[in-house]
């Protein structure tokens, strides 16, 4: 049966340090405009409260609501390109050491990992198609489920349930593109009905690691969320509960959050990755599953042009 080993997939997180470290600075740079952008909203909709009723508390809210909205969007803009640039390039980086075939000699990780994906996805007119099928796949593979195997989960037994399903199916898109980059005998449509063909097929082994995982990460992410409401706790006693000391206090909570993002999520994809690729190590295609995920994708066909 697949395994994995997070010893292992750290060793190779530490390997790609250049994606960690980089990581880190686009997640800095995002949380400090964010503040940035929701303070300044905040103090502009302080002083508009303030001359225009009575309390400027409202509007002081009312800033900072929208500036966080105006943020969110701006978010999702570069997510879709710049954010999913850099996530794909760390991936070729982590299934060349998963796979034994390092970047050639010479040449840094980062420029390496962003010259596949532009060659195998960016330069080619399937990126778009493959990405409406990959996400309607997962979008239909999570309604069923939900409705079966949540149907008599309630409560926190069905969100657990949940968000088990979603480590296990919500990163479908991530080994998808872990197979196209690494398969240089296919072309990217071809490799990616291949690819899910070959997680269909072991989907139940799957599901089972990918529930152990998940309960790992919660607990590791509840372990960094704790730390950071014990220091939250700590700066706001020490400042007397003064403004400042507020204030610092949700830097703990963003350092955590931080740590989730930063090595938890790429610990837990390089893990699943460890039991994809051992999984289709000596596996041909199911020539049945091959076929209905052919007709499923049909409707994205026309998008190749």
Known sequence: MASYSIRQSLGILGRTWPFI????????????????FIGACSA??????????ESALPGAVFGAFCG???????????????????KA????????????QPAPSGMAQIP???AIVRERLLESSAFFAIDQLVKSMISTAMSLLNGTILSGARGTLGQG???ILNMAIGTIDELVLAYILKSNRLGAWEATEEALTYYVQNFKLMMKKATILALIMFALSALAYCAGLVAMAALIFAGNAS?????????????????????????ALTCLMQIYF???????????????????????????G
Not at 25 to 36: E, K, N, P, W
Not at 278 to 304: A, G, M, V, Y
């Open 21 to 36: 470290l980089l990581r880190l600075i686009v997640v800095a740079i995002s949380t400090m405009i964010a503040l940035a």
């Open 44 to 53: 502009a909709g302080y002083k508009i409260g303030g001359v225009a009723a």
């Open 68 to 86: 966080f909205t105006a943020y969110c969007f701006i978010l999702y803009a570069l997510r879709e390109y710049v954010f999913y640039l850099l």
């Open 89 to 100: 390039a760390h991936i070729v980086a982590i299934t060349n050491y998963l796979t034994k």
């Open 112 to 114: 390496y990992g962003i």
């Open 161 to 163: 349930v949940n968000a």
């Open 243 to 267: 403004l400042w000391s507020i204030g610092l206090s949700i830097l703990p909570l963003i350092a955590a959050w931080a740590f989730r993002r930063i090595i938890l999520k790429p610990l």
């Open 278 to 304: 051992h999984l289709i190590e000596n596996q041909e295609p199911d020539p049945d599953w091959r076929q209905r995920i052919s007709r499923f994708s049909e409707k994205w066909t026309p998008n190749l």
